[in-house]
């Protein structure tokens, strides 16, 4: 009984590690995809260039929150 319980529980991590991980990772970055395509179409088709920060100011933006400063 003990070896059947403990044998079942490797399978679902088994399942977890090789199918579910996997599957969530490609819809993660289907997602993200999804979300920058959608992104760049809003810039392009809505407000358009004029309300957009220049490259510059875009840079300032991105390296204060990779740098946390």
Not at 15 to 26: E, G, K, N
Request: one cysteine or more; glycine letters at 8%; charged letters at 10%.
């Amino acid at each position: 009984m003990v070896f059947k319980n403990i044998v079942f529980f490797y399978l679902g991590c088994a399942t977890t590690w090789l199918v579910l991980l996997p599957v969530l990772f490609i819809l993660g970055g289907i997602t993200l995809a999804a979300y920058a395509l959608l992104s760049e179409m809003s810039q392009v088709f809505g407000r358009g260039a004029a309300t957009s920060p220049d490259n510059s100011t875009a840079r300032e933006i991105a390296h204060r929150m990779c740098v946390g400063h």
